[in-house]
């Protein structure tokens, strides 16, 4: 069994910055690509960004040049640094990672953490 769990969501106001924290704990071997989702409501889920275990990133195009996503690989953690939050950032943000265990590789999803700009 191996688990993600996010943290660091809030309530922030435009032009203001929060950073999101997620950890993968449980039966790890190694994690492949981490990551960050997010869905606002009444629409689909998107990738906001990702990065793999050589620390390669790639961007959804309305983050780029704003968040910032890093990674711990020693503590299974990956971080999303957001700067000048938008109004369209508002969303229940997930965080992703693909981990193998001894015998299987897992796509493992956080419970997600709501994100919320609001003036």
């Known amino acids: 069994q191996v688990h993600v769990v996010e943290s660091g969501g809030g309530l922030v106001q435009p032009g203001g910055s929060l950073r999101l924290s997620c950890a993968a704990s449980?039966?790890?071997?190694?994690?492949?690509?981490m990551g960050w989702y997010r869905q606002a409501p009444g629409k689909q889920r998107e990738l906001v960004a990702t990065?793999?275990?050589?620390?390669?990133?790639n961007y959804a195009d309305s983050v780029k040049g704003r968040f910032t996503i890093s990674r711990d690989n020693a503590k299974n953690t990956v971080y999303l640094q957001m700067n000048s939050l938008k109004f369209e950032d508002t969303a229940v943000y997930y965080c992703?990672?693909?981990?193998?265990?001894?015998?299987?590789?897992?796509?493992?999803w956080g419970q997600g953490t709501q994100v919320t700009v609001s003036s």
């Open positions: 449980g039966s790890i071997f190694s994690i492949n690509t």
């Open positions: 992703y990672a693909s981990i193998w265990t001894d015998t299987d590789l897992l796509d493992a």
């Open positions: 990065i793999t275990s050589v620390l390669s990133e």
